[in-house]
């Protein structure tokens, strides 16, 4: 069974930066499409960002474009979730999941799309 451990959050200041990891195990995570979503309080989960397993594409949401940065190493079965220029509506916990490579990363990100259950995720914070 596929499982990751999420970490990198903590309490930053509007403009900062924080790099998340998602180190995957139980199963070589190469085969699926990695994807970070965050859940505010009171809100539903929401795709952040997605990387494919096969040619490395990637999705933003509209609201991180240009701000966060996805990549992978495989080698490490870990992937990364680069975020700068945060904001206080970047606030909540982030989650890392996977899904087959059988839809794009666009649609598993949109639809939230995950095999399995949420981990438990790391805390990101943003306040002066």
């Known amino acids: 069974q596929l499982q990751f451990t999420e970490s990198g959050g903590g309490l930053v200041q509007p403009g900062g930066s924080l790099r998340l990891s998602c180190v995957a195990s139980?199963?070589?995570?190469?085969?699926?499409?990695i994807g970070w979503f965050r859940q505010a309080p009171g809100k539903e989960h929401e795709g952040v960002s997605c990387i494919g397993s096969q040619d490395g594409s990637t999705y933003y949401a509209d609201s991180v474009k240009g701000r966060f940065t996805i990549s992978r190493d495989n080698a490490k079965n870990t992937v990364y979730l680069q975020m700068s220029n945060l904001k206080p509506e970047d606030a909540a916990v982030y989650y890392c999941?996977?899904?087959?490579?059988?839809?794009?990363?666009?649609?598993?990100?949109?639809?939230?799309?995950?095999?399995?259950?949420w981990g438990q995720g790391t805390q990101v914070t943003v306040s002066s």
């Open positions: 999941a996977a899904n087959p490579p059988y839809t794009t990363v666009q649609v598993m990100c949109r639809q939230i799309l995950r095999l399995g259950s």
């Open positions: 139980g199963l070589p995570s190469d085969y699926y499409n």
